[in-house]
């Protein structure tokens, strides 16, 4: 099942999941300020390490602007718990297990590796508006330089 991709002015679906220290995260939770939503596949492996790192190390700079960052991927509150203090973030990490959300936002897609076809999350980022809405996606992203990229989208939206 193929999602629909969320666009520009779209409203953010709402959540509620379990992040790193088994606090609820919800949509609702970042009323008022601007959120990064981004979604990355798993925990330790390179490129997802490298982004967390990223938006950790600019996190005070978000802070700022009144930007909270949320990072969310299938792997368990237990396994972002683990993560998070193998590297030092300084970002909450939001479990999906049941993928309703990674659905819901259309990041849960059918993925291919050396021939083998199989679902996965498609490395995506939502800047969302102080008003709920997407201010901005960024889809298939690359991760040198993302996390300046988002920065310098959520400065604009201040």
């Known amino acids: ?12 679906p709402d959540f509620e ?3 790193d220290s088994s606090k ?5 939770s970042y ?23 990223d938006f950790s190390a600019l996190k005070s700079e978000f802070d700022k602007i009144d930007t909270a960052i949320l990072g969310v991927s299938p792997d368990s509150p237990l396994k972002h718990g683990k993560f998070k203090a193998k590297h030092n973030l300084t970002l909450a990490l939001a479990s999906d297990e049941s993928k309703a ?10 993925k291919s590796m050396y021939g083998r ?3 996965g999350v498609e490395r995506t980022t939502f800047l969302i508006g102080a008003d709920s809405k997407i201010a901005e996606v960024w ?5 040198p330089g993302h996390a300046e990229a988002v920065l310098a989208a959520a400065r604009k939206l201040s």
């Open 117 to 119: 076809k199989y679902m």
């Open 17 to 19: 999941l379990p992040d």
């Open 139 to 143: 889809n298939k992203v690359k991760v």
């Open 101 to 110: 959300m990674l659905e819901a936002y259309g990041v849960w897609t059918e």
């Open 1 to 12: 099942m193929m999602s629909k991709k969320l666009g520009h002015g779209d409203e953010a």
């Open 31 to 53: 009323a008022g300020k601007k959120l990064v939503l981004y979604f990355y596949p798993k925990d330790d492996t390179s490129g997802c390490t490298r982004e967390a790192i």
């Open 24 to 28: 609820m995260r919800t949509l609702q």
